[in-house]
């Protein structure tokens, strides 16, 4: 995929070249061209989802969460992580909501996903609850999402998610050892 990416990449150059010389023809012939290599990455996506249909979920419930956003697309450069990590705990000190948070997400163990700061809202107070969104952090629906059969890998698994849900993480639940996915609505 990375290739029909520069692909793309490539082709918008040579649309902008184009547009400033005025050939229509050109033009006409590289917008068929871009056009084609979107639907070859659609057909890829398409492909790699149908593959991976033999998961089963089901949903079992929705729960509103406080989430802390990620404000950085390359959140794995450099040490921004880190750093988030740090701002989250503080936030949950001050908000004296931190030992609630240690104990819900003990009971889980988190295999995978893109979401690095949740606690679900009902466990704590009004006033941690606006102190939290009052440091950034948002009230969110969170699906969730019971894995009741998968015939794949994790990586397999986290491959889905990642093509059916913007904002989640792959959870086991310690006592039962089921797996579950917290889709996040942000």
Known sequence: ?????????RITYEIEKSVHTGNKVILEKLIDD??????GIRGDIQAKKSALSNIKL?????IKFLYKPVLK?????GTYLEEFSKKRTEDLKEAKALDIHNRFWQTYEVMRGNV???VPLELIHKDATRRLMGYGWDEVTVKVI??????CSIKELVEFCELNF??????KEKASESEIILHYQV
């Open 146 to 151: 019971e894995v009741c059969e998968r015939q």
């Open 34 to 39: 871009m056009i084609k290599t979107c639907e």
């Open 166 to 171: 913007d904002h989640f993480l792959i959870v």
């Open 73 to 77: 697309k390359n959140y794995y450069e």
């Open 1 to 9: 995929m990375q290739h029909k990416v520069h692909e793309i990449k």
């Open 58 to 62: 089901d949903i079992i419930n929705e």
């Open 116 to 118: 690095f700061g949740s």
